[in-house]
């Protein structure tokens, strides 16, 4: 497991994402504190329920560590890579 803070993981997503393809895991810390962690998503998982939101585009690059809503979260983790 890699740990990581916020602020990297924003800069360096697409290497995050590559690495979470090769199945590396990430404690994601924020203000010396882990408050996360992210793993890849196991390929037996049941991912049939998650809607194809590929004509939606939506901006995740700046939001100034503010706190997101449950339905936010829901809606982001929602889209298709």
Do not use: N
Request: net charge negative; hydrophobic share 40%.
């Amino acid at each position: 497991m890699i740990a990581m803070s916020v602020k990297d993981l924003r800069k360096k997503f697409p290497v995050v994402r590559s690495q979470l393809k090769k199945g590396e895991s990430f404690l994601i810390i924020h203000k010396s504190k882990p408050i996360a962690s992210l793993s890849p998503v196991d390929d037996s998982s049941d991912l049939a329920e998650v809607i194809d939101h590929e004509s939606e585009a939506v901006a995740l690059e700046d939001f100034d560590d503010e706190y997101l809503s449950k339905e936010e979260i829901a809606h982001y983790f929602a889209l298709k890579d």
